[in-house]
């Protein structure tokens, strides 16, 4: 999965090469900034969805947000509404996506709904930060995510998997959720901060959830205020108030032991120097953890989750997949050494990024009036890019709702357009965890899938939520077959 990020280069993923995006994507886009930068109001606007006197497409959209998404793409590439009295626009086109997250990226900033629904939630941190203030924390952050620091964390990542392999019974119903998250949760815990998080697991469980809540677009209140004292705003600030405290301990604690015995982003954030001298505030150190222990776990968790749901669904590519491991690797533990040898693991992997998106819409807005393609966009719109739409759309991939694996042979990627699959985002602002996430993705499922596979107790696929990831709404519970 090394070439998913659309960012340009899986090698880097910092902020130079980002910016400048892979050389192909970018000088295409940057043909097209020249196009985008004639007079923008020769341009038309995108169509616009109808909808009732004040509050425009709100209902539509809070009943049922898959099918408001349907009902959009059916009307064209790029199409306004209105929801609760903000402006939206959403981009179907891999082309205008490439536009906004890399060619011209400079002129967009992420989305005002973005910061409103987070708001509370690490303000401080790499993903809610702009300009220089973000440029200048990816710096110092991207050293915890070379290359040669991620296979120092493969062995966290293959020792935890094998644990939670032997505490499986046969037979056993596992919420399979919930055992991923606590999974990864582990996993980067130990990996970024060198912290055990068994006994807090529940503190960052309920600052999840509470977080997914507010933002689940199929509630009303998450269109409301943060200080509007919801019970959704409430509970999210009592569970934020707990996160940050464990954070708060858990700095401590780093900060009474030997720092100099450590080497991980704990350690580049208490100590690493900005361009002016200065360290991080503690505020912004709490900030940058919780925003990793909140991306950094609850996406590879739904990923995974969503894996096991798809291999449990197909027996033949779970077979396949075991055929390669037991192949490869024999009695041995995967190591990321393997990883290259185990292409089958890759697309089972890969596909399930595809239909299942954990960061499922990326949301962006024009500092300044643009022109996207042949459209004419007011300064402020809160654009959206709907990863979960493209990802399924038939201009692209064949059967698009089928799990096919297979479908990643050959030359399939090199041929799609770019941005018509970008499950890490794209641009400057790609996915710092990128290369953690694939890694510990395959080392996970290598590890663990030639131990045992999960069967589903439900039937079909699960409804899916649109929370600030895409969730299943119900806990997905299935029957451990050990092998
Ligand atoms: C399957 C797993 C993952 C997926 C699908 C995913 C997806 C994404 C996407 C789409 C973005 C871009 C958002 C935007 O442009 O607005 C992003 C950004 C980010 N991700 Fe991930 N992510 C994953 C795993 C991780 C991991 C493991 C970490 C940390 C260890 C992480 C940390 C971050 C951070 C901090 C950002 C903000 C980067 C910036 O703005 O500079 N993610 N992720």
Same mark, same amino acid.
């Given at each position: 999965m090394s070439d998913t990020a659309r960012e340009g280069d899986a090698e880097g993923s910092g902020v130079s090469e980002g910016a400048s995006g &892979?050389? @192909? /994507?970018?000088?295409?886009?940057?043909e097209r900034t020249a196009a985008s930068d004639e007079s923008s109001t020769d341009a038309r606007e995108p169509p616009r969805l109808d909808g009732w006197p004040l509050v425009g497409n709100t209902v539509e959209f809070v009943r049922d947000p898959f099918g408001f998404y349907d009902r959009l793409?059916? &009307?064209? @590439? /790029?199409?306004?509404?209105?929801?609760?009295?903000?402006?939206?626009?959403?981009?179907?086109?891999p082309d205008y996506v490439e536009q906004i997250l890399v060619a011209e990226n400079e002129r967009f900033r992420k989305a005002q709904i973005l910061r409103d629904s987070a708001a509370g939630f690490a303000e401080q941190g790499l993903l809610l930060t702009e300009g220089e203030v973000w440029r200048d924390q990816r710096v110092r952050i991207q050293p915890a995510f070379t290359p040669e620091k991620i296979r120092g964390y493969a062995d966290a990542m293959v020792t935890y998997a094998d644990r939670l392999c032997d505490n499986l019974a046969d037979g056993e119903v596992v919420d399979v959720g919930d055992a991923m998250s606590e999974l990864t949760l582990k996993i980067l815990a130990k990996s970024l901060f060198d912290v055990d998080v068994a006994g807090r697991r529940a503190v960052v469980r309920e600052a999840t959830a509470a977080l997914n809540d507010r933002g689940d677009a199929s509630g009303a209140s998450a269109f409301l205020p943060d200080w509007v004292p919801t019970p959704k705003n409430r509970r999210f600030e009592r569970a934020m108030s707990d996160f940050e405290s464990m954070v708060d301990d858990l700095i401590a604690e780093r900060r009474t032991g030997d720092e100099s015995e450590y080497d991980d982003l704990l350690s580049i954030l208490l100590d690493a120097e900005g361009p002016d001298g200065t360290t991080m505030s503690e505020a912004e150190v709490r900030d940058q953890m919780v925003t990793f222990l909140f991306a950094g776990h609850e996406t590879t968790s739904l990923a995974l989750t969503y894996a096991w749901h798809l291999l449990g669904r197909n027996p033949d590519e779970l077979e396949r997949l075991r055929a390669e491991l037991d192949a490869e690797l024999g009695d041995r533990r995967a190591t990321m050494a393997d990883l290259p040898d185990l292409p089958y693991t890759d697309r089972v992997?890969?596909?399930?990024?595809?239909?299942?998106?954990?960061?499922?819409?990326?949301?962006?807005?024009?500092?300044e009036d643009v022109r996207v393609g042949p459209y004419h966009v007011r300064e402020g719109t809160n654009l959206t890019l709907p990863v979960f739409e493209i990802h399924r759309d038939d201009r692209f991939y064949d059967d698009p709702d089928e799990f096919r694996p297979d479908r990643w042979r050959d030359d399939f990627e090199s041929e799609l357009p770019d941005y018509a699959y970008f499950p890490f985002g794209g641009g400057p602002r790609h996915c710092i965890g990128m290369r953690f996430a694939t890694a510990e993705l395959r080392l996970v499922l290598a590890?663990?899938?030639?131990?045992?596979?999960?069967?589903?107790?439900?039937?079909?696929?699960?409804?899916?939520?649109?929370?600030?990831?895409?969730r299943p709404e119900n806990p997905l519970e299935m029957r451990v077959e050990r092998r």
């Open positions: &892979r050389t @192909d /994507a970018h000088e295409s886009g940057a793409e059916s &009307r064209g @590439d /790029a199409v306004r509404y209105s929801v609760a009295g903000d402006e939206f626009c959403t981009f179907f086109d992997l890969k596909e399930t990024l595809r239909l299942y998106p954990p960061a499922y819409v990326i949301f962006r807005e024009p500092t590890t663990m899938a030639r131990e045992l596979a999960f069967e589903p107790t439900y039937d079909g696929d699960p409804d899916l939520t649109m929370a600030a990831t895409l």
